[in-house]
């Protein structure tokens, strides 16, 4: 009999793919923040792994870790819920959010490149845009993309972690608010940044976007005690 040798599986790569635990958490969390389930929302997992087709373990999984941060809470004996707006929690949140994205502005001072500066231009345009045509989505999406250009070209994975934990906490508060808000000086406020970035000011670019974000805060928390 001929013994056939084991296949050559070199050409074989991992495949990567999300479990269906953090399939739940990733569309679960993203409803969350983004308010199309609001907050005190009721949560039944049950119905949740019907919906999503799956059985009640992954739900049951993803709900504990949104639990961990804070985005979902359970009162034991009576129900697990998404966890209201907390604006004491914002405001202490902020002040984080302002420090690391200050940092990563910092570190890239140094790294972009023309390519980025026109990514810059790019973002805050699209930014300017929304905000006239007040459509939230589309704004939080652009300063987002604003941002993200330093964050790439600091090129430290640590202050992208630190950020995914703590801006849920007020990305959901940016959803309700932002397109109402007055005052909002975003998009000058980024031409600022985009000024001192070419005429490679680092410490005025990281002092910049440090307050770019803490004034967002002030007008986001200022005098607001409850939405929900």
Not at 2 to 11: C, K, S, V, W
Not at 128 to 144: F, N, T
Not at 155 to 184: D, H, M
Not at 191 to 219: F, Y
């Amino acid at each position: 009999m001929q013994y056939i040798g084991f296949m050559n599986t070199t050409f074989i790569k991992h495949i990567n793919r999300l479990s269906l635990r953090d399939q739940v958490y990733q569309t679960l969390k993203s409803a969350i923040v983004s308010l199309e389930m609001e907050p005190g929302q009721r949560l039944n997992d049950n119905e949740l792994a019907t919906q999503f087709g799956v059985s009640r373990t992954p739900v049951r999984e993803a709900l504990k870790r949104l639990e961990d941060e804070g985005l979902v809470e359970s009162i034991p004996g009576s129900l697990t819920r998404v966890t209201p707006l907390n604006i004491e929690e914002a405001k202490h949140a902020f002040p984080v959010v302002a420090a690391l994205h200050a940092l990563a502005a910092r570190l890239a001072a140094t790294q972009v490149k023309e390519a980025d500066l026109s990514d810059l231009e790019k973002w805050n345009d699209r930014l300017h845009l929304a905000l006239e045509q007040k459509d939230v989505v589309k704004a939080i999406e652009a300063d987002d993309g604003f941002h993200d250009v330093f964050l790439r070209a600091a090129g430290n994975k640590e202050i992208y972690i630190a950020l995914e934990r703590v801006v849920p906490k007020i990305r959901r508060l940016e959803f309700a608010r932002f397109g109402s808000l007055e005052g909002l000086e975003s998009f000058d406020q980024h031409k600022k940044i985009i000024a001192a970035m070419r005429d490679s000011q680092g410490q005025t670019v990281s002092e910049l976007v440090e307050e770019n974000w803490l004034s967002l805060g002030r007008l986001l928390t200022d005098d607001l005690k409850t939405i929900w």
